[in-house]
């Protein structure tokens, strides 16, 4: 008998799954997403310029680029280097620092009354000036506002000095400086900014509001870049990399300037200027606002108007350091091109950015790294998230809906504020509206209730694993483990399908409804399916970012038995021996009509435990249910309930009162004699017969045969209400 062998081995057929693709602002289509080192991605993200406070425009691009990293690291498991910058050298920054110095400065000097009334005029006639030239409605009006507040201050401090009021001439001369802040600054910068030499200065305001962003970032739960590159730390390189170019033939000398060649650049067959957005070539308004605001070079310098500064000469009242080519400083664009390179190489995988950047900014960084390498291909994927509008408008401080981040926590948490931006294509507009966070906030309680229902089931198996643990699985378990398995495939599709959370999201609402069903279905539903369920979902929202996490801790726990305790797991034993005893107690006092132990009982459920993230559930059909919740949620909860309760007792005020109202007037007009009826509308009538029926209106003009008709069969009606009215008098009604 021969030896029997295995037989052939047939291996699985692969099914066609979906692949990563993003959205490239380099082709304008959906792109199949493919390294260019294996595994790992080296990713440059445009950081912000550090003058001011960081405002929901920033918010919209950081927490997409922080969903866009964690989804493509946690979920797809690709190994990012990921790199920010702050620009802490710029126009703006440097106008900013020089202001603020020069204002304070102005503060603390000893002025005459006379002298800062001077001042304040001199400042006015500037100021009337900027007014005059200002294009932007929203703008003009905004600064017409600000010029009338100056002019009233001036006007009531000359009324003080008159009256030789000192109280209030010291009232009013704060209240002038602090209204004239913002064109008084202005106006001694322009006298007094080439003064302005120390470059503590400058870094003291960059420094301050990088601060302020990186905290921003945090509450924001945003992650923190692998390496973070600040301008000023890179000069030196970009002075080489600046050299390179110059000796590449694609960048001039100019006045102590040194411009990139832009047509240099275009004519070579390797290379193509403004790729991102090649309609915008020789849009110089853009190019020269990307310049700076300082940047007031004559067009004589530039061999074309399209070229832009990769050094700028530093004139008086500006930071400067040596270079072959004198004093000067970077320019905006070199600045990002230099510090990518200099940390990921010749070639980025990925490039973001927000969307107002696409040119000049990126196309000119891109132009300076390809002539920099000699290459074509500095980013491969180049993505860019949408603008951000406040209920439907552009955000700006003239039209007052200006919202920095810290506004905006004050209103909503930083998992709102997410979940919204989760609910929203990353790289379309988002409109941040109470619409919006609405929509957030009913997914957030939505999921939320999910979670603690399913908790409650879970307790209910006891913490010990054992033999009632497991369950046979009957035709509904099946049904909702197969509507989980496409659910999650559904939500694979989506994340491949250019980051889509949008529909990931809708897709995890539906699974949820279906497990809703299934618990108020089913008597014993099937714990460790839900569990699972439950486990996906929060596996995906920290992918998200929308629950925190300790993935970064160091090192082996000091006790493996505690590693994964948490607090809902130390104190829910204690209160649900609360609630099962607070449940006794109601029930007691049920039958002995206690109704004082029960107002106790409904105040430690309302008032107590909610304090301390605790909410109880009343049930008839099951024992109490107790669930720890975020204490904040509660009180908003709590503060909801009570608003609405107080709107239901006015509006049922109001309806009593309109109620009362309407049958005040049905008396009234039963008590109107019919002949007296039409004689009360003046404005309608001028002239009635004997039986007080109208025979003219107010005009004057006869009223029509018609018209005559209606009024008696109104009169007739009036004149049955009225014989009611009488007859009810008589009998003593």
């Keep these: 008998m021969a030896k029997r062998v295995q037989p052939p081995w047939v291996p699985p057929q692969k099914k066609n799954s979906a692949v990563l693709k993003l959205y490239n602002s380099l082709t304008r289509e959906k792109e199949v997403f493919v390294s260019q080192f294996g595994n790992r991605i080296f990713w440059y993200s445009c950081g912000p310029t550090v003058y001011d406070a ?26 990012i280097l990921y790199v920010m910058n702050i620009t802490d050298i710029d126009d703006k920054i440097i106008k900013r620092a ?11 000097e000893a002025h005459t009354l006379d002298e800062i009334l001077d001042d304040a005029k001199s400042v006015m006639h500037m100021f009337e000036g900027t007014v005059k030239t200002t294009n932007d409605p929203d703008k003009k009006c905004m600064l017409q506002k600000m010029l009338c507040n100056v002019e009233k201050a001036i006007e009531d401090l000359e009324n003080a000095v008159k009256l030789k009021d000192e109280n209030k001439i010291k009232e009013f001369q704060e209240l002038l400086l602090k209204e004239a802040r913002d064109p008084l600054a202005d106006w001694l910068d322009k006298r007094k900014g080439a003064t302005v030499t120390e470059h503590s200065i400058f870094n003291k305001l960059s420094q301050h509001w990088e601060s302020e962003f990186h905290k921003d970032m945090d509450d924001l739960n945003v992650l923190r870049p692998n390496v973070l590159t600040r301008v000023s730390e890179y000069v030196p390189e970009i002075i080489a990399f600046i050299k390179k170019i110059v000796e590449n033939g694609l960048a001039y000398e100019s006045n102590g300037s040194i411009y990139f060649d832009v047509t240099a650049f275009d004519k070579q067959d390797k290379h193509y200027y403004a790729k991102l957005v090649p309609e915008a070539y020789g849009d110089t308004s853009s190019l020269q606002e990307g310049e700076g605001d300082l940047s007031t070079a004559e067009s004589s310098e530039k061999k074309s108007p399209t070229d832009f500064a990769l050094w700028k000469r530093s004139k008086e009242g500006e930071p400067w350091w040596e270079s072959p080519w004198g004093k000067g400083r970077p320019g905006w664009h070199i600045e990002c091109s230099v510090m990518a390179s200099i940390i990921c190489g010749e070639s980025l995988d990925i490039h973001t950015g927000g969307v107002d950047l696409k040119f000049p900014h990126h196309d000119n960084e891109i132009a300076q ?29 003239s039209l007052k809906n200006f919202v920095t981040i810290q506004d905006a926590l004050k209103k909503h948490s930083a998992r709102q504020l997410r979940l919204a931006f989760l609910l929203h294509s990353w790289k379309d507009t988002l409109d941040y509206s109470d619409n919006t966070m609405n929509m957030a906030l009913q997914y957030e309680k939505f999921l939320n209730e999910f979670f603690l229902n399913v908790k409650c089931k879970i307790r209910s198996l006891g913490s010990e694993t054992n033999i009632n643990t497991f369950s046979k699985w009957t035709n509904s378990e099946m049904e909702l483990n197969a509507k989980f398995s496409n659910a999650k495939d559904s939500v694979h599709n989506a994340l491949c399908d250019n980051v889509d959370t949008r529909s990931a999201l809708d897709m995890i609402r539906d699974i949820v409804t279906h497990c809703n069903i299934y618990m108020n279905q089913t008597k014993q539903p099937n714990t460790l399916l839900l569990r699972d369920v439950a486990v996906y979902i929060t596996k995906m929202f920290t992918i998200f970012g929308a629950i925190s996490s300790s993935h970064d801790t160091i090192g082996f726990p000091v006790d493996d ?18 609630a099962n005893f607070r449940e006794q107690v109601r029930n007691e006092a049920k039958i002995l009509k206690a109704n004082s132990i029960l107002e106790e009982c409904d105040k430690l459920r309302d008032d107590v435990l909610p304090n301390i993230g605790v909410r109880l559930e009343d049930s008839n059909e099951e024992s109490c249910r107790v669930k720890l919740v975020n204490r904040e949620e509660l009180l908003r909860e709590k503060e909801c309930k009570r608003k609405q309760e107080l709107e239901k007792a006015e509006e049922k005020e109001r309806r009593k009162i309109e109620a009362a109202a309407v049958a005040a007037a049905k008396e009234a007009q039963r008590k109107m004699p019919p002949s007296d009826m039409f004689k009360l509308e003046k404005d309608k009538y001028s002239q009635f017969d004997s039986n007080g029926i109208p025979t003219h209106d107010a005009e004057g003009k006869e009223i029509s045969k018609g018209q005559v008709k209606k009024l008696q069969k109104l009169q007739q009606a009036q004149e049955k209400r009225y014989n009611e009215y009488l007859a009810s008098i008589e009998n003593g009604v």
């Design 561 to 578: 038995n505690t590693a994964n305790l948490n607090v809902e797991e130390v104190v829910m034993p204690y209160l649900e021996v609360l």
């Design 98 to 108: 020089r202001q603020n110095y020069l204002y304070q400065q102005y503060i603390e």
């Design 369 to 397: 790294a390809e002539a920099y390498f000699n290459n074509c291909n500095w980013v491969r994927y180049f993505l860019h998230t949408g603008h951000l509008t406040i209920a439907g408008c552009k955000m700006s401080k």
């Design 54 to 79: 960081s405002h929901m425009g920033h918010a919209r691009s950081y927490i997409s680029f922080d969903i866009l990293r964690r989804v493509i690291s946690d979920y797809f498991g690709y190994d």
